[in-house]
């Protein structure tokens, strides 16, 4: 194990997060269930620290369980034993139904115990896939949905939804076809200037694939019933004009509306012109359906029987700055980058693919709908941890990829974070950082849940800044942070003018912030790894530093 | 199906409505439609640094009637909505700040036959408010169509006293407001001197970043110039308060501003000095404007590569004020005819050349001082304009090409 990291108090989690196991785990776990449980199949399986849930197909039928460690909870189980519990959800009914199924379950997982269990399904668990932590409110259900923000004068925290068909790209040679109307299209932002967006989210830095083609739908196309054909003519005239690779067909509300299925025309093109056509559509989880085209892209990879566990994927590594410190630090654990996945789905463009044998996620934050079945399916280990953000974070995600790998430690990046952290501190303890919200924000910010992923007030401790909590309504903030409480409007105003140079808000400019000149900032200000917390830590001190109007800060409009 | 066709060209209906309500201060949309509704406002949000459809804190000036998201949202249509849809209505009727609320339908909203007008007129009766329901034209309308559509349902139904216009006074309607920037409040200060100089007033333009009451100041016209964004909402007006309506192009340019001038002042009988006026302006102009037009300007390629006719067209006046050819995009070679100025906004794929951000949409040029670009005042402002960025991209091209050497 790697030493000499400086290590912060870390807000605990207090969540019970929900894994997905990697190869080996679901291997064993079907290794168990193949003795005895003959007939089913082993459909979908997740462990956290307090119970194992699995379900079981036979055709048309589905039976789900729940293992769960001995004791209290497990001798209310259906069945229950010195080593576990299991319970079959669904009622007396589904009991009666499933017969010996249950017994039979029950004796395959008794030998090993729910702590044998366990400790199997965890060692290369691919953690990181939701939870039930503190979950706060995504920006579709509490901005979008909502037209008077008036009572949300507190409310900084507005997290992005996660519309994976929209960000995933299926590689540079990809056309996507929006089927829908210009009125639709036109509903999304067409430029990518970071001053002029409403939230503070990162832009694209890859335009994508070929060319974007909209089918256009108008009036006459609805009431003619021409809309079908519309969509036929794009799909040819993209397909024979533009040579692509693949079609990213994207139905949108109007033809769903229509009950239109494209699927017929989508296997005339396939059979014409030989060109794969990945449809996402309203109706359709989009988390399914970019499984869905991962899983036929690789169908079309021929592997090669010796797989290299030391060849990656990297798996949402984000922006180009990103991928390169993520690169260089696999590297440093003997392992070579063989391409990227996540927002671009395009395998087969990695070189030395057939040989691949790992995927290692950095940052699955926002990408836990998607599956990753379909590499597990062809053999990669994958690796799905917390996001190395800061540098406890790092140390533990590269520990954690040794694990699953099976790798010696080789380069050494304590000296490096120690370098980090003597540079940083000096700088970033100038400052106050607050984290707003009510208890559910200030939890999320706190301990890292589904969304952002990674403790924001953890790394920001890390990087020595006076971090606290300004909580509305209870004031209880998380513990081993400076917390106060506010009430009104003008509580507010006051901590923010006295106790915060740095303030988290998902708004690009936000009122309340630049009339009392504290400086903004969410999420997309973190950058991975060593350098990656360098460069964050670096960046916010400069936006702390550097703040306009310094001597005329009482002319600046209330907010108020 | 052209794939090369340019997407601005295809701008819809529910844009220029948006840009319409952003120009009034105190109106809201409510529109039947999905959550999207309100991330089409991050456009105007671009284009107008002051927008204020979707303040982040406070009421949005856009506002959908959604029950639901995602899949489900095409699911939930086939409910019966009226109470729901009323209810919105109902709360945005009752802001103390609401002057106006317009109602206007999404595409796909438009096919469900559902009764907006009524169940917006019901609220609006019941609240006091006035109310503007637009014709349903998502799916077919352009986003000029949707502007046009929104100044005439407001031409239509704000309370006007007939009787009230003077003979000195004179309303424009249908100048396109797109945003509260220093270049339309350039361009208005400029309209207010030019009728200045022919002895008369300009009565609140129709729009122009003013609220209700203001607008309903139009009564005091006599004579209704019409600008080619809201002919009708012109001829309403012209007919509700018995004035006289000219219709006239945009004044940009020096040719144009002229034949605009003269048009009013025909209109308006004011005729005597006219042309001592314009040949004062005139004069006035080219003096200032000479040297930068022949010896930085003139015989280079415009491409216009606007989503507005009107704007094309003016602008297409204005190159032949100033010695440029106007040519379709791709068709200038760069290599014999210099790099072509790319006015309008800046588009994928138009090669390259001197871009010039003009028009609607335009993120990358926000003046903090006034810029007009319509009358005598617009003219220098837009030839500064076009010298300072051939310039610029020469001084570029000339540093890069000295790292090269």
Same mark, same amino acid.
């Given at each position: 194990?790697?030493?000499?990291?400086?290590?912060?108090?870390?807000?605990?989690?207090?969540?019970?997060?929900?894994?997905?196991?990697?190869?080996?785990?679901?291997?064993?776990?079907?290794?168990?269930?193949?003795?005895?449980?003959?007939?089913?199949?082993?459909?979908?399986?997740?462990?956290?620290?307090? /119970?194992?849930?699995?379900?079981?197909?036979?055709?048309?039928?589905?039976?789900?369980?729940?293992?769960?460690?001995?004791?209290?909870?497990?001798?209310?189980?259906?069945?229950?034993?010195?080593?576990?519990?299991?319970?079959?959800?669904?009622?007396?009914?589904?009991?009666?139904?499933?017969?010996?199924?249950?017994?039979?379950?029950?004796?395959?997982?008794?030998?090993?115990?729910?702590?044998?269990?366990?400790?199997?399904?965890?060692?290369?668990?691919?953690?990181?896939?939701?939870?039930?932590?503190?979950?706060?409110?995504?920006?579709?259900?509490?901005?979008?949905?909502?037209?008077?923000?008036?009572?949300?004068?507190?409310?900084?925290?507005?997290?992005?939804?996660?519309?994976?068909?929209?960000?995933?790209?299926?590689?540079?040679?990809?056309?996507?076809?929006?089927?829908?109307?210009?009125?639709?299209?036109?509903?999304?932002?067409?430029?990518?200037?970071?001053?002029?967006?409403?939230?503070?989210?990162?832009?694209?830095?890859?335009?994508?694939?070929?060319?974007?083609?909209?089918?256009?739908?108008?009036?006459?196309?609805?009431?003619? /019933?021409?809309?079908?054909?519309?969509?036929?003519?794009?799909?040819?005239?993209?397909?024979?004009? $533009?040579?692509?690779?693949?079609?990213?067909?994207?139905?949108?509300?109007?033809?769903?509306?229509?009950?239109?299925?494209?699927?017929?025309?989508?296997?005339?093109?396939?059979?014409?012109?030989?060109?794969?056509?990945?449809?996402?559509?309203?109706?359709?989880?989009?988390?399914?359906?970019?499984?869905?085209?991962?899983?036929?892209?690789?169908?079309?990879?021929?592997?090669?029987?010796?797989?290299?566990?030391?060849?990656?994927?990297?798996?949402?590594?984000?922006?180009?700055?990103?991928?390169?410190?993520?690169?260089?630090?696999?590297?440093?654990?003997?392992?070579?980058?063989?391409?990227?996945?996540?927002?671009?789905?395009?395998?087969?463009?990695?070189?030395?693919?057939?040989?691949?044998?790992?995927?290692?996620?950095?940052?699955?934050?926002?990408?836990?709908?998607?599956?990753?079945?379909?590499?597990?399916?062809?053999?990669?280990?994958?690796?799905?941890?917390?996001?190395?953000?800061?540098?406890?974070?790092?140390?533990?995600?590269?520990?954690?990829?040794?694990?699953?790998?099976?790798?010696?430690?080789?380069?050494?990046?304590?000296?490096?974070?120690?370098?980090?952290?003597?540079?940083?501190?000096?700088?970033?303890?100038?400052?106050?950082?607050?984290?707003?919200?009510?208890?559910?924000?200030?939890?999320?910010?706190?301990?890292?849940?589904?969304?952002?992923?990674?403790?924001?007030?953890?790394?920001?401790?890390?990087?020595?800044?006076?971090?606290?909590?300004?909580?509305?309504?209870?004031?209880?903030?998380?513990?081993?942070?400076?917390?106060?409480?506010?009430?009104?409007?003008?509580?507010?105003?006051?901590?923010?003018?006295?106790?915060?140079?740095?303030?988290?808000?998902?708004?690009?400019?936000?009122?309340? $912030?630049?009339?009392?000149?504290?400086?903004?900032?969410?999420?997309?200000?973190?950058?991975?790894?060593?350098? /990656?917390?360098?460069?964050?830590?670096?960046?916010?001190?400069?936006?702390?530093?550097?703040?306009?109007?310094?001597?005329?800060?009482?002319?600046?409009?209330?907010?108020? | 199906?052209?794939?090369?066709?340019?997407?601005?060209?295809?701008?819809?209906?529910?844009?220029?409505?948006?840009?319409?309500?952003?120009?009034?201060?105190?109106?809201?949309?409510?529109?039947?439609?999905?959550?999207?509704?309100?991330?089409?406002?991050?456009?105007?949000?671009?284009?107008?640094?002051?927008?204020?459809?979707?303040?982040?804190?406070?009421?949005?000036?856009?506002?959908?009637?959604?029950?639901?998201?995602?899949?489900?949202?095409?699911?939930?249509?086939?409910?019966?909505?009226?109470?729901?849809?009323?209810?919105?209505?109902?709360?945005?009727?009752?802001?103390?700040?609401?002057?106006?609320?317009?109602?206007?339908?999404?595409?796909?909203?438009?096919?469900?036959?559902?009764?907006?007008?009524?169940?917006?007129?019901?609220?609006?009766?019941?609240?006091?408010?006035?109310?503007?329901?637009?014709?349903?034209?998502?799916?077919?309308?352009?986003?000029?169509?949707?502007?046009?559509?929104?100044?005439?349902?407001?031409?239509?139904?704000?309370?006007?006293?007939?009787?009230?216009?003077?003979?000195?006074?004179?309303?424009?309607?249908?100048?396109?407001?797109?945003?509260?920037?220093?270049?339309?409040?350039?361009?208005?200060?400029?309209?207010?001197?030019?009728?200045?100089?022919?002895?008369?007033?300009?009565?609140?333009?129709?729009?122009?970043?003013?609220?209700?009451?203001?607008?309903?100041?139009?009564?005091?016209?006599?004579?209704?110039?019409?600008?080619?964004?809201?002919?009708?909402?012109?001829?309403?007006?012209?007919?509700?308060?018995?004035?006289?309506?000219?219709?006239?192009?945009?004044?940009?340019?020096?040719?144009?501003?002229?034949?605009?001038?003269?048009?009013?002042?025909?209109?308006?009988?004011?005729?005597?000095?006219?042309?001592?006026?314009?040949?004062?302006?005139?004069?006035?102009?080219?003096?200032?404007?000479?040297?930068?037009?022949?010896?930085?300007?003139?015989?280079?390629?415009?491409?216009?590569?606007?989503?507005?006719?009107?704007?094309?067209?003016?602008?297409?006046?204005?190159?032949?004020?100033?010695?440029?050819?106007?040519?379709?995009?791709?068709?200038?070679?760069?290599?014999?005819?210099?790099?072509?100025?790319?006015?309008?906004?800046?588009?994928?794929?138009?090669?390259?050349?001197?871009?010039?951000?003009?028009?609607?949409?335009?993120?990358?040029?926000?003046?903090?001082?006034?810029?007009?670009?319509?009358?005598?005042?617009?003219?220098?402002?837009?030839?500064?304009?076009?010298?300072?960025?051939?310039?610029?991209?020469?001084?570029?091209?000339?540093?890069?090409?000295?790292?090269?050497?």
């Amino acid at each position: 194990m790697m030493t000499g990291f400086p290590t912060v108090a870390r807000t605990p989690a207090g969540r019970q997060a929900l894994s997905l196991p990697g190869k080996a785990g679901l291997r064993f776990f079907k290794s168990l269930l193949r003795r005895r449980v003959r007939g089913w199949e082993l459909d979908c399986l997740a462990f956290s620290e307090d /119970g194992v849930e699995f379900s079981l197909v036979r055709g048309a039928a589905m039976l789900t369980f729940e293992a769960v460690p001995p004791g209290p909870g497990a001798r209310a189980c259906l069945l229950s034993g010195a080593t576990l519990g299991l319970n079959l959800r669904g009622g007396p009914e589904t009991v009666a139904e499933a017969g010996e199924l249950p017994d039979a379950v029950f004796r395959a997982l008794a030998n090993k115990g729910f702590s044998g269990l366990r400790s199997m399904l965890v060692k290369d668990a691919l953690a990181h896939a939701g939870g039930d932590g503190p979950r706060t409110q995504t920006r579709l259900e509490r901005y979008f949905r909502i037209a008077d923000h008036t009572p949300d004068w507190w409310k900084f925290v507005y997290p992005k939804n996660d519309f994976l068909d929209q960000e995933a790209r299926l590689g540079s040679r990809c056309v996507k076809v929006n089927h829908g109307t210009w009125e639709c299209r036109f509903n999304t932002v067409e430029h990518d200037l970071a001053g002029l967006r409403f939230f503070s989210d990162l832009g694209s830095d890859e335009p994508g694939g070929l060319l974007d083609v909209q089918t256009g739908l108008d009036e006459g196309d609805v009431t003619g /019933g021409g809309s079908l054909r519309r969509l036929a003519e794009a799909l040819e005239t993209a397909v024979r004009e $533009l040579r692509p690779d693949c079609i990213q067909l994207n139905s949108t509300c109007l033809p769903e509306l229509l009950g239109e299925d494209p699927r017929p025309l989508i296997a005339r093109i396939e059979r014409r012109h030989k060109v794969p056509v990945y449809w996402t559509s309203k109706t359709r989880d989009s988390g399914r359906s970019v499984t869905d085209a991962a899983r036929r892209m690789l169908s079309r990879i021929q592997f090669s029987r010796c797989r290299d566990p030391r060849r990656v994927l990297l798996a949402g590594a984000g922006s180009p700055w990103s991928r390169s410190e993520a690169v260089r630090l696999v590297e440093g654990l003997g392992l070579s980058v063989a391409g990227f996945l996540y927002p671009e789905i395009a395998p087969a463009a990695a070189p030395g693919i057939e040989s691949c044998g790992s995927v290692v996620w950095v940052n699955p934050a926002g990408w836990e709908r998607i599956s990753d079945e379909p590499f597990l399916e062809r053999g990669f280990l994958v690796v799905r941890h917390a996001a190395p953000f800061g540098l406890a974070a790092t140390e533990a995600w590269l520990r954690r990829i040794r694990e699953v790998l099976g790798l010696r430690a080789r380069r050494r990046f304590a000296p490096e974070a120690d370098g980090v952290v003597r540079r940083l501190r000096p700088l970033c303890g100038r400052w106050k950082a607050a984290l707003i919200g009510d208890e559910t924000d200030a939890a999320a910010l706190a301990s890292g849940a589904a969304w952002p992923g990674f403790s924001v007030a953890g790394l920001l401790a890390e990087m020595g800044f006076q971090t606290r909590f300004f909580v509305h309504g209870t004031g209880k903030g998380p513990v081993g942070f400076r917390t106060f409480g506010f009430g009104a409007a003008k509580e507010l105003d006051r901590l923010l003018r006295e106790e915060a140079d740095l303030a988290f808000t998902h708004f690009n400019h936000d009122p309340r $912030l630049e009339s009392t000149r504290v400086a903004g900032f969410c999420e997309t200000a973190f950058a991975v790894g060593i350098a /990656g917390a360098l460069r964050s830590g670096l960046a916010l001190d400069r936006l702390a530093a550097f703040r306009p109007f310094p001597a005329h800060a009482g002319l600046l409009r209330p907010w108020t | 199906m052209d794939l090369n066709a340019d997407p601005l060209s295809r701008l819809p209906f529910l844009n220029g409505v948006y840009i319409a309500v952003d120009a009034v201060p105190g109106a809201f949309l409510v529109v039947d439609g999905p959550y999207c509704v309100f991330t089409k406002a991050e456009m105007q949000y671009g284009h107008n640094l002051a927008c204020r459809l979707i303040p982040p804190l406070g009421r949005a000036a856009v506002v959908h009637t959604a029950a639901r998201t995602g899949m489900e949202e095409v699911t939930s249509l086939s409910s019966d909505r009226v109470p729901a849809v009323a209810e919105v209505f109902r709360r945005v009727c009752a802001y103390p700040e609401a002057e106006v609320v317009f109602a206007a339908s999404f595409d796909f909203h438009e096919l469900l036959n559902f009764p907006l007008a009524e169940t917006a007129r019901a609220a609006g009766k019941a609240s006091g408010r006035l109310v503007c329901p637009l014709p349903p034209s998502s799916l077919s309308g352009s986003w000029l169509d949707g502007y046009a559509a929104a100044c005439a349902a407001l031409a239509r139904e704000v309370p006007l006293a007939r009787g009230r216009g003077r003979k000195d006074t004179v309303g424009v309607v249908g100048y396109l407001f797109d945003r509260d920037e220093p270049d339309h409040r350039g361009n208005l200060a400029e309209l207010r001197r030019l009728f200045s100089g022919l002895g008369l007033k300009l009565a609140p333009v129709w729009l122009s970043g003013s609220g209700l009451s203001r607008l309903a100041a139009i009564e005091s016209a006599s004579l209704i110039v019409s600008l080619p964004y809201g002919r009708s909402a012109a001829r309403t007006l012209g007919r509700r308060l018995k004035a006289r309506v000219v219709e006239a192009g945009l004044p940009l340019g020096l040719t144009a501003t002229e034949d605009f001038v003269r048009t009013v002042a025909s209109a308006a009988g004011w005729s005597r000095g006219v042309d001592r006026f314009l040949e004062r302006e005139a004069a006035s102009a080219v003096r200032d404007t000479r040297e930068h037009v022949t010896r930085v300007i003139c015989g280079r390629t415009a491409v216009l590569l606007l989503p507005d006719p009107h704007l094309a067209r003016a602008l297409a006046g204005l190159a032949e004020d100033l010695g440029l050819r106007t040519a379709a995009a791709g068709t200038p070679d760069p290599e014999t005819e210099g790099a072509p100025l790319l006015i309008g906004p800046r588009r994928r794929g138009a090669g390259p050349g001197i871009v010039i951000s003009f028009g609607y949409p335009n993120y990358e040029d926000h003046p903090v001082v006034a810029r007009p670009f319509l009358g005598y005042a617009g003219f220098r402002s837009l030839v500064e304009t076009l010298t300072e960025r051939i310039l610029a991209y020469e001084a570029g091209t000339e540093s890069r090409a000295e790292a090269r050497r």
